[in-house]
């Protein structure tokens, strides 16, 4: 069975873990902070842990990122997408009308991760304006928080499976703003997994280092993609934070890491004076596709 950590029960990222190992027997270690959920696998005390890394409205999970980067060395082994489908969930009783609908102008506080809370700005500001916003470490701590602090007028945003796991209402279902809101999960851990469905492709995740006063770096590690006709999916500066205007370039590109290609183009980066890292290549699965 394999010992997967993830953050609290009825979050999102508990959600998509069921959903990528659909019917196989799981043993979940669940966490407050996304910070325990990376040391749990690079102390060894699982085998893998369950990282949001992007979004399709809000974009990359950027804290997330620099950990892989910075705080630990583990590969990313598997890439899957799924829904972030949002909910507003309370003390129904606090908010009902007398005809039985909710009056959500009674909200003082909406709690939530501070990802998902941006996502569902038209309902916010359309039902609840003067609410208060505040962020925590995950959808299901928002849920729970508020279990435990009724008659103050608080709701979360979060999943239907913390909402039950809570026992509270379900007062607005599928509130964000988009209808496509996905969030991309990766699983990182120190050995391959095994999962029992069809892979939608293969991706290998790099992060190159461009040499320091050398015009035109970026441009020349691009073109060692482009001719070559490799596909990239992501290409993203973040700060180095060793000093101002250094960056490090993630770079997504659809291939094996030992395909002929993608060996050549990184050792042709790395004759520039170009340091490139592997952060992991894995096999990406979609959604809904179960096959």
């Known amino acids: 069975m394999k010992r997967i950590a993830v953050l609290p029960e009825g979050s999102v990222s508990h959600e998509a873990i069921e959903f990528l190992f659909e019917g196989e027997p799981l043993d979940l270690k669940h966490f407050k902070l996304i910070s325990d959920v990376f ?9 893998y842990s369950v990282i949001p890394i992007e979004n399709t409205i809000e ?15 583990i590969p990313m082994q598997a890439e899957w997408v799924y829904p972030s489908i949002q909910n507003i969930i309370g003390h129904g009783s606090e908010f ?14 909406i709690m939530s991760h501070p990802v998902a809370i941006p996502q569902c700005q038209n309902f916010i500001r359309q039902h609840s304006p003067d609410a208060n916003l505040e962020g925590v470490n995950s959808t299901a701590e928002a849920v729970e928080i508020v279990k435990k602090n009724p008659g103050n007028g608080w709701v979360a945003i979060g999943t239907k499976l913390a909402a039950r796991k809570h026992g509270l209402d379900i007062m607005a279902e599928r509130v964000t703003d988009h209808d496509n809101n996905y ?4 699983l990182i851990g120190h050995e391959p997994v095994s999962i029992p469905r069809k892979a939608a492709h293969v991706k290998t995740s790099l992060l190159v280092t461009l ?6 770096a970026l441009h020349q590690v691009l073109s060692a993609f482009a001719w070559r006709k490799l596909n990239l999916t992501r290409l993203e500066s973040r700060p180095t934070k060793k000093r101002l205007g250094s960056y490090y370039f993630y770079i997504d590109v659809v291939e094996t890491v030992d395909s002929v290609l993608l060996t050549a183009a990184m050792a042709e980066i790395e004759a520039l004076n ?3 890292r592997v952060l992991g290549s894995y096999p990406c699965f979609t959604y809904p596709s179960r096959s």
């Open 183 to 186: 969030t991309r999960f990766v």
């Open 211 to 216: 040499p320091e006063d050398a015009p035109g």
């Open 96 to 109: 009902l009308r007398q005809d039985g609908t909710y009056d959500f102008s009674k909200i003082t506080k």
């Open 274 to 276: 170009c340091q490139v």
């Open 39 to 47: 040391r749990a696998v690079d102390s060894g005390s699982v085998q």
């Open 59 to 73: 974009g990359s999970v950027s804290l997330h990122m620099d950990w892989l980067v910075n705080e630990v060395d």
